[in-house]
């Protein structure tokens, strides 16, 4: 799927002319006549309505019904009117509508689904993807956030984010939808702002209510539907979530871990046994691609550096296999453990709501981490506003990490040991800036905050796979990303988010008499460290040629001679790579969109 959405203007045409059309496009116009959304989607992938002058479109995997939605849009009267009318539909979808010409175009609050825009012919044009709006204005590429792009591990922080790789291609913050008047001239606007969690838990059907949902959003109508099947508590839960969900038969995938250690396949056969209608395949070590391989292979699309870029060839590969059991569409496990997975910040939160609840779970967690009396109250009562915290990050962007302790909104961002001093600076800069523009959190409680924003990490990697996928006609679906998954498990009270004894206390409690209890309840998981440390092992040659001559070094952002230095040496964690993953990804970026060896000058780091 790719689509573009145009104002309700004379230039909106103009704009759509600049760069070439899909292959086979497909037109729906402005009540007017003109052109609005354009573009090429699976007939199973939009739920369009109309009623009078209005105009409303669903574009991805959607469970709405029509005559609901065309009742509810001939009642609307305003783009803001809109907001309850997003909450009808289940599964994680654009919504596009046009208003007697009045645009509005909202992504997921995950960016599974996201929305770009920038200024084209004079006027405000938005896009599922942003290189479609970088070949319309001549776009290149913007240094900086390049450099922005190699902190680990997961790029820069809120509000950061918002800015694109390509100059004057943004997209809305996370609750934010674009609008755009008959102008052309476009704004965005807060449309959704997180739940109090105050919603006591009881048996979890509101929760389980809501995962049925997102999953049934992508079995509908479908002659088979695959999942990972991992072994994993996430991903085990969804494949007997789908197992119920309208009758679509279920194929499952299980990568054997390297090294033949862990006790996921154990647990996978376990949950293949009390899955007999499904189909089961597991794929061992021998028949996996290497993390880190092909190394050549750069990514399909133009959009940015691609998340979790070591794995590509296993995406491809598993895409290769869902395409091959006649899936097209792939569930996966990814987000369970950042909604379901209680946090410190979970029982930072509850220590001031209900500290008599919260203080045998900080005493519990105070064991499990070894830390001393005195981490444990500095972590507990630190308090810093989300500007200050990410003030503080400014001076913390080179010291090592804190692992397993310290309060904090998001995982605190880090530069690689071979960045240049100039690029730090750079990123240095732009950290303040944004400091000084006193940002908002995305909640009020840093648990909350956090929940949302690595929940926009996984719905950004979702995303970017689908692209991979797409290749061999297959998507990738994480339904515990979706916002209405969000949402209710956000409401939920935080005393109700821990339990003793228990992994994932609301997946549990939600999911009872769904995934065997047996199953269900589990105390801890594996790691993908063997499969990493083989790739690193057996891909290292090439790793280090492909070091030798790098865009980045050549752009003044990275010391290619201090990369090379992580690669031969040894480690005793998987840790000290943590930084290498990003900047993988840049260079792969880069050389994707500048496969003749032109660079770009390095970005400054005075403010210009």
């Known amino acids: 799927m790719e689509f573009v959405v145009l104002p309700d203007h004379p230039a909106g045409a103009e704009a759509l002319a600049l760069a070439p059309a899909p292959p086979r496009p497909r037109v729906i116009a402005h009540h007017s006549g003109r052109p609005w959304l354009v573009g090429d989607w699976p007939d199973d992938e939009i739920v369009f309505v109309s009623a009078g002058p209005r105009r409303l479109a669903l574009l991805g995997c959607v469970s709405a019904q029509r005559d609901v939605l065309a009742t509810r849009l001939g009642q609307v009267r305003s783009l803001a009117d809109l907001d309850g009318l997003a909450r ?34 004079g006027v405000t044009m938005a896009a599922d993807r942003p290189e479609a709006l970088a070949d319309r204005t001549g776009a290149s590429v913007d240094e900086e ?20 790789v390509w100059r004057g291609v943004r997209s809305p913050r996370i609750g934010h939808c674009l609008e755009i008047d008959r102008n052309g001239a476009g704004r965005t606007r807060r449309w959704w702002t997180p739940p109090a969690p105050e919603r006591p838990l009881g048996d979890g059907g509101f929760v389980r209510e809501a995962l049925f949902d997102a999953v049934a959003a992508r079995t509908a109508g479908q002659p088979v539907v695959s999942a990972d099947l991992s072994g994993g508590l996430d991903s085990t839960s969804l494949c007997f979530v789908a197992d119920r969900s309208g009758g679509t038969p279920l194929a499952t995938l299980h990568y054997e871990a390297h090294g033949g250690r862990g006790e996921d396949l154990s647990w996978a056969r376990r949950a293949a046994a009390e899955l007999p209608r499904a189909r089961h395949l597991v794929v061992p070590p021998t028949e996996t691609p290497d993390w880190y391989a092909p190394f050549a292979h750069t990514p399909h699309d133009r959009e940015g ?13 598993q895409a290769a296999l869902v395409s091959s059991l006649g899936a097209r569409r792939h569930l996966q496990g990814v987000g369970g453990d950042e909604l379901f997975l209680p946090s ?21 967690l105070r064991s499990r981490r070894r830390w001393s009396l005195a981490t444990t109250v500095r972590t507990m009562a630190s308090a810093p506003s989300y500007p200050r915290w990410l003030g503080a990050q400014v001076d913390g962007l080179a010291a090592d990490r804190a692992w397993g302790s310290g309060a904090y909104w998001e995982v605190a961002p880090k530069l690689p040991p071979w960045i240049t001093a100039d690029a730090a600076a750079t990123v240095r800069r732009l950290l303040c800036e944004a400091v000084a523009a006193n940002p908002e959190p995305l909640a009020p409680l840093p648990v909350q905050h956090e929940m949302i924003w690595i929940n926009r990490v996984n719905g950004t990697a979702m995303r970017r796979n689908s692209r991979i996928g797409a290749q061999a006609g297959v998507a990738f679906h ?54 990493l440390y083989a790739g690193l092992r057996r891909r290292r040659g090439e790793l280090l040629d492909f070091a030798e001559d790098t865009r980045l070094a050549g752009m003044g952002l990275i010391d290619g001679a201090a990369l090379r230095r992580l690669l031969v040496g040894t480690h005793a964690d998987t840790r ?24 770009a000058p390095a970005p400054s780091s005075r403010t210009t």
């Open 145 to 164: 956030r390049v450099a922005l792009e190699l902190l680990s591990p997961f790029g820069p922080p809120e509000p950061l984010s918002e800015r694109s």
């Open 344 to 364: 410190v910040m979970c029982l930072h939160g509850l220590l001031r709501r209900a500290p008599w609840a919260a203080l045998p779970h900080v005493r519990a």
């Open 305 to 317: 550096p691609l998340m979790f870029v070591r794995a590509r060839a296993t995406v491809e590969h």
């Open 88 to 121: 009808l539909a289940a599964g994680s979808f654009h919504l596009v509508a046009s208003l007697d010409g009045h645009v509005r175009v909202q992504g997921t609050l995950s960016a599974a689904c996201q929305v770009f825009h920038a200024t084209v012919a």
């Open 576 to 599: 000290p790579l943590m930084p290498f993953d990003p900047t993988l990804a840049c260079e792969l970026w880069l050389r994707a969109v500048s496969p003749t060896g032109t660079t």
């Open 478 to 531: 994480a339904p515990y990303t979706d916002d209405r998954v969000l949402e209710t498990v956000l409401s939920v009270r935080l005393a109700d988010r821990v339990a003793p004894g228990r992994l994932k206390p609301v997946l549990e409690r939600a999911l009872a008499g769904v995934t065997p209890a047996g199953i269900l309840h589990r105390t801890g998981k594996d790691d993908a460290s063997p499969t």
